[in-house]
């Protein structure tokens, strides 16, 4: 951006997966320079050594919830998120995931840029990071059009408008942190799927807008394992052991990669003095 701009909080639930962390934490740090960031990571009752590495780090603003645990995921990662946006300091908030890695400078400023260009839009972000074969989206589109054709034509409930448009996903996206609060939005919501999508229906019932991020240009900012934990640790398994090998081989590829090695291993960006604009 070439100028320290808005504050900007960035919020991360975490539980026992230092092994994310790390490079997630370093990462930012890496390339956040030119931000005014405020680093809020909130632990869901890790019980290893995670939290030692988290309590170590005199830069983030952790905050503990030992109470939680693995059994109360993924409603815990929604919570937590309302909890950050209670103590937040920054115009913004940014949700992120802790299997989220950082690959450029200037990674916030296409969110920044589409919140800064229409006071009506209150989020920004990106769909999918992981690009859906072309002739998959063709067939969606004409079998979900068809589908709805024949709901209608036997008098049955079709899809809402608001299902088939596409919100930033909450691994990596920005909102504007006084239209949250104003409103009262939520991340989690009884009877609703929580996350990006609770927060994007609120967001529009409420009258303002979201933006997105082309999937490229995010895709090129940052990284998303999806699922990631699920890769590590046993105790948080995907349904589908194909799904399952899927992300344990993304992981394994992943780690071998590096710039990932290079966060895995650069400790000296933990140090408080490398940006002293983080808090």
Same mark, same amino acid.
């Given at each position: 951006?070439?100028?320290?701009?808005?504050?900007?909080?960035? !919020?991360?639930?975490?539980?026992?997966?230092?092994? *994310?962390?790390?490079? !997630?934490?370093?990462?930012?740090?890496?390339?956040? %320079?030119? *931000?005014?960031? %405020?680093?809020?990571?909130?632990?869901?009752?890790?019980?290893?050594?995670?939290?030692? *590495? =988290?309590?170590?780090?005199?830069?983030?603003?952790?905050?503990? /919830?030992? #109470?939680?645990?693995? &059994?109360?995921?993924?409603?815990?990662?929604?919570?937590?998120?309302?909890?950050? $946006?209670?103590?937040?300091?920054?115009?913004?908030? @940014?949700?992120?995931?802790?299997?989220?890695?950082? /690959?450029?400078?200037?990674?916030? &400023?296409?969110?920044?840029?589409?919140? #800064?260009?229409?006071?009506?839009?209150?989020?920004?972000?990106?769909?999918?990071? %992981?690009?859906?074969?072309?002739? *998959?989206?063709?067939?969606?589109?004409?079998?979900?059009?068809?589908?709805?054709?024949?709901?209608?034509? $036997?008098? $049955?409930?079709?899809?809402?408008?608001?299902?088939? /448009?596409?919100?930033?996903? &909450?691994? !990596?996206?920005?909102?504007?942190? %006084?239209?949250?609060?104003?409103?009262?939005?939520?991340?989690?919501?009884?009877?609703?799927?929580?996350?990006?999508?609770?927060?994007? /229906?609120?967001?529009?019932?409420?009258?303002?807008?979201?933006?997105? @991020?082309?999937?490229?240009?995010?895709?090129?900012?940052?990284?998303?394992?999806?699922?990631?934990?699920?890769?590590?640790?046993?105790?948080?398994?995907?349904?589908?052991?194909?799904?399952?090998?899927?992300?344990?081989?993304?992981?394994?590829?992943?780690?071998? #990669?590096?710039?990932?090695?290079? =966060? @895995?291993? #650069?400790?000296?960006? &933990?140090?408080?003095?490398?940006?002293?604009?983080?808090?």
């Amino acid at each position: 951006m070439g100028s320290v701009g808005p504050r900007i909080t960035i !919020c991360i639930p975490h539980w026992q997966v230092e092994e *994310y962390a790390k490079p !997630c934490l370093r990462s930012i740090r890496q390339h956040s %320079e030119d *931000y005014d960031l %405020e680093v809020i990571v909130i632990d869901n009752g890790s019980k290893d050594q995670s939290l030692d *590495y =988290l309590r170590s780090l005199d830069w983030i603003h952790l905050i503990e /919830r030992p #109470e939680e645990t693995s &059994d109360n995921w993924p409603k815990n990662v929604f919570t937590a998120w309302d909890q950050g $946006l209670q103590v937040a300091t920054g115009k913004y908030y @940014v949700t992120m995931h802790s299997d989220v890695f950082v /690959r450029r400078d200037a990674w916030l &400023d296409n969110m920044i840029a589409i919140l #800064e260009q229409d006071d009506r839009v209150a989020a920004s972000g990106a769909w999918k990071l %992981e690009l859906e074969h072309p002739l *998959y989206l063709w067939q969606k589109r004409v079998f979900g059009f068809a589908t709805n054709r024949l709901k209608s034509a $036997l008098g $049955l409930k079709t899809a809402e408008a608001w299902k088939q /448009r596409h919100y930033p996903r &909450d691994y !990596c996206a920005m909102y504007r942190t %006084e239209t949250l609060r104003t409103h009262g939005l939520s991340f989690h919501q009884d009877g609703m799927k929580g996350g990006g999508y609770a927060i994007a /229906r609120q967001i529009w019932d409420a009258g303002f807008q979201t933006g997105l @991020v082309p999937v490229r240009t995010m895709a090129e900012d940052v990284f998303h394992v999806a699922h990631g934990t699920a890769g590590l640790r046993p105790e948080k398994p995907l349904n589908h052991r194909r799904a399952q090998k899927k992300v344990e081989n993304k992981v394994s590829e992943l780690f071998a #990669e590096p710039w990932i090695q290079h =966060l @895995v291993t #650069e400790s000296s960006l &933990d140090a408080s003095h490398r940006n002293t604009r983080a808090a």
